[in-house]
């Protein structure tokens, strides 16, 4: 489907009308952007789903007729497989979509029991095939297309500044490479995400991951620049039914999927030209690759990935109904909880229950949107809230991705007792126009 490019007068964070980084400048490889955009599958910015966290290749547009049952999962009808490492680290391009989905906060004193953190960061790479070129055997094809989103959010000012890239893979425009994590935009700036570290004998996923990954985004029309080094401390978590997470009540709708919870996090942020700043934190990151992802159903997800101060890690997801809808809001659910040096959960699809507590407004639209910004989250190992540490952190992706979704730093609260006893991202898509594949 084709992505809705937003209009002339749309707000945008990516307003340098000469600059590489302005909405209206070609994108690499040539084509007028809006022939470009015209011209693509759409991803989100969901991570999570990535984990829905970026579920990718949606777009906004009108509800969704009726569709016959989805074609079987993946390339030629694969179906789930044991994960192999290094090379699931790596791009799956037979598979239509797929993602790189860093969250994290960033403060002082990360390994204390309390940490206070003073900004978050999201890096996003995507990349989708495209099916349009399948046919052609011009070099200059775009089979492969690749995406980012980056975000840091100021939480002494409660303000959020974010970019996007797109570009045909090839050329030293873009690349997701196969084999290990490498992943870079040129436009004007390099924009990259790459992973280092190996095992002697070959890699075990229930063992400590000796992952690390340098990432680097620098946005002169949004006037920051990030780098981070993001170091594994515990083994990999397998998602779902290890690794193979369900979507949806089809069996075509799941996607291979891990995560890399409490990474630590040494970073070099600057803001407006300034000096870099030396700061440390906790990450999170979710890799995600599949062929058919939402349920005609589904307008949107809400999702949390969450790094609990004692070690734990908490991941929970909804596929979301249009409000009203007589069969309730929940479509679909998942999840999985690992406590420190334990075994992971995996959460039942009826195991979870989300309950929006608060709203904020986002007033940039014609039409005001409403963000659930505080949840109850239920979960087989205990009752939590999830609070936003700032309200408005919603991104405007409609210059790579086509749509305006709320993505940011939250904190995870003990429901009991009201303590805090994690941060970490929710990311909840779909408010503001249902999405369809």
Known sequence: MSPTPPPSNAPS??????????????????????RWLAALPTLTGMTGLTGLTGLAGLATGAPAAAQPAPAPTGPAGAGPRPLRFPADFGAHPDWRTEWWYVTGWLGEAADSAAPLPRHGFQLTFFRQRSDLARDSR???AARQLVFAHAAVTDLATKTLRHD?????????????????TRVHLHAGTRWSLEREGGAPGGFDPTRQDPSRYLGRVDSRSAAFALEVELSARQPLLLQGDAGWSRKGPRPAQASFYYSQPQLAVRARLALDGGAAQPLEGRAWLDHEWSETLLDPEAEGWDWIGMNLFDGSALTAFRLRRPEGHPAGATLWA??????????TRAFAADALRFTPLRHWTSSRHAQPLRYP???????????????ALA???ELDSRAST????????SELLDEATGRRVGLGYLEMTGYA????L
Do not use: C, K, M
């Open 164 to 180: 996007q890239r797109i570009a045909r893979a090839g050329f030293g425009l873009a690349e997701a490479a196969v084999g290990d």
């Open 373 to 387: 910004v505080q949840w109850r989250v239920e979960t087989p190992v205990g009752r939590f809230v999830v609070q």
């Open 13 to 34: 964070p990516l307003n340098a009308p000469n600059s590489p980084d302005a909405p209206n400048a070609p994108p690499s490889g040539g084509w007028p952007r809006r």
């Open 391 to 393: 309200d408005d952190q």
């Open 138 to 140: 011009s070099t200059f």
């Open 334 to 343: 998942g999840g999985s909880w690992r406590p420190a040096g334990g075994v």
């Open 433 to 436: 126009a249902r999405l369809r």
């Open 402 to 409: 086509g749509t305006v979704y709320w993505e940011g730093l």
